[in-house]
């Protein structure tokens, strides 16, 4: 399956952007379905990290645990679901703009399914997170450009 993509320029140094993205426990602040992101060990992530990420569908918040298995500050990233029978390929990408005042972020998530998820993955998965993507993209873009951190 091909991957959903989008990109978003953002007023903040790739730096600035790098260490809010890769910090799980932001992703609720700009992920409506995100409900909580546990690392499953200490911050900063590491290659080799994971995350227990709780995600809502319908009325049911359903776990997910996600796997670091990339990580080049401040230009890219790699996560991987490792469990569960939908299971999110996630790979990020800055590139600096304006002298590296700015940022361009491109987002790239694909699904693996497995059992049950081999038909909600093309059915329900993707649909919904083509709708989402672009609005997450604009949260995170708000929160970074009206924030101190």
Known sequence: ?????????????????????????????????????????????????????????????IPATMEVLAMDPPRSWHFRGVRGPV??????????????????????????GRGLGRALVPLAVKPMVRKEMPRSEEKLKHLLEHSEA
């Open 87 to 112: 299971r999110p390929d996630v790979r990020g990408r800055i590139e600096p703009l304006d002298d590296g005042a700015r940022s361009r972020v491109t987002l790239a998530v694909d699904f693996e």
């Open 1 to 61: 399956m091909s991957a959903i993509s989008k990109s978003i320029d953002i007023d903040r140094t790739p730096e600035d952007v790098y260490a809010y993205i890769t910090d799980p426990t932001h992703l609720p602040e700009w992920q409506d379905r995100a409900v909580t992101a546990v690392p499953m060990g200490d911050l900063p992530v590491h290659v080799g990290s994971r995350v227990l990420v709780g995600r809502r569908v319908g009325r049911r918040t």
